[in-house]
C-alpha cells in the first residue's frame, strides 16, 4: 500500500537526498510545497517526490546548475519528466544485465 504523504526523513533515505538539500531545495524551487502540520512538519506528496527526483536527475545526470535546472522546469517540466523517467529504466535494465551476466559466469 502506497502512503499519502512522507515525511522529509523518509524522502532523504528513499532518494538518498540530505535533509539539509532538501530543505534547500524547497527554498529554491517555488514548485517545491511540502504540505505542513500545525507543528510546522513538513509531509512530501508524490507529485512532490516527482518534481524531487526531476530536481536530482536534473543536477546529478545532466549536470545543470539550479539556475539551469530552474529554467528546464519552467519550460518543458513533462520533457524533463519522461527523461528522467527514462533514465531510471535504463539503469534498472543495466544492473538486471548485469546480474544476468554474473550468472552467467
Known amino acids: 500500500m ?3 504523504y512522507y515525511s522529509i526523513s523518509e524522502v532523504s533515505e528513499m532518494l538518498g537526498i540530505s535533509l539539509s538539500n532538501l530543505r534547500f531545495w524547497e527554498k529554491e524551487f517555488k514548485q517545491l510545497k511540502p504540505r ?5 512538519t513538513r509531509f512530501y506528496s508524490e507529485e ?3 518534481l524531487i527526483k526531476q530536481i536530482q ?8 546548475t539550479l539556475e539551469g535546472v530552474k529554467q528546464r522546469l519552467s519550460q518543458k517540466k513533462d520533457r524533463v519528466g519522461r527523461q528522467q523517467e527514462l533514465a531510471e529504466r535504463l539503469k534498472a535494465i543495466r544492473q538486471e544485465l548485469i546480474g544476468i551476466s554474473k550468472q552467467l559466469e
Open 36 to 40: 505542513r502540520n500545525s507543528k510546522n
Open 2 to 4: 502506497q502512503k499519502l
Open 57 to 64: 536527475f536534473l543536477v546529478d545526470e545532466q549536470k545543470l
Open 48 to 50: 512532490d517526490l516527482k
